[in-house]
């Protein structure tokens, strides 16, 4: 089970922090990532990170965004700053239970519910 939280509304500029709480499956040996969907557009990968602490950013996030994780507590983190309005939209947490950091929606097969985000 993944559990966001974090998201909100913010300015230009401002900086959000999402988490997700994992739950049932080993934490440590999954591949995780953060999506999210803006209305009308394609869910697109934002930011992936594996159990060898490799990690993936999409262009449009790199030196702005930057994903975590805490095997101890079970929690996946994605620091947002410098948001802009192009940011806004529903974020989700996903996870795999094998792999290199991937920002390919395929390549996923958990998913939770989501968190919006608004950048206005």
């Known amino acids: 089970q993944l559990v966001e939280s974090g998201g909100g509304t913010v300015q230009p500029g401002g900086s959000l922090r999402l988490s997700c709480a994992v739950s049932?499956?080993?934490?440590?040996?999954?591949?995780m990532g953060w999506f999210r969907q803006a209305p009308g557009k394609e869910r697109e990968g934002v930011a992936a990170?594996?159990?060898?602490?490799?990690?993936k950013y999409a262009d449009s996030v790199m030196g702005r965004f930057t994903i975590s994780q805490d095997y101890s507590s079970g929690i996946l983190y994605l620091q947002m700053n410098s948001l802009k309005p192009e940011d806004t939209g529903m974020y989700y947490c996903?996870?795999?239970?094998?792999?290199?950091?991937?920002?390919?929606?395929?390549?996923?097969?958990?998913w939770g519910q989501g968190t919006q985000v608004t950048v206005s």
């Open positions: 996903a996870s795999f239970p094998w792999g290199r950091a991937s920002l390919t929606r395929s390549q996923y097969q958990y």
């Open positions: 049932g499956f080993t934490y440590g040996d999954t591949r």
């Open positions: 990170i594996d159990n060898w602490g490799g990690t």
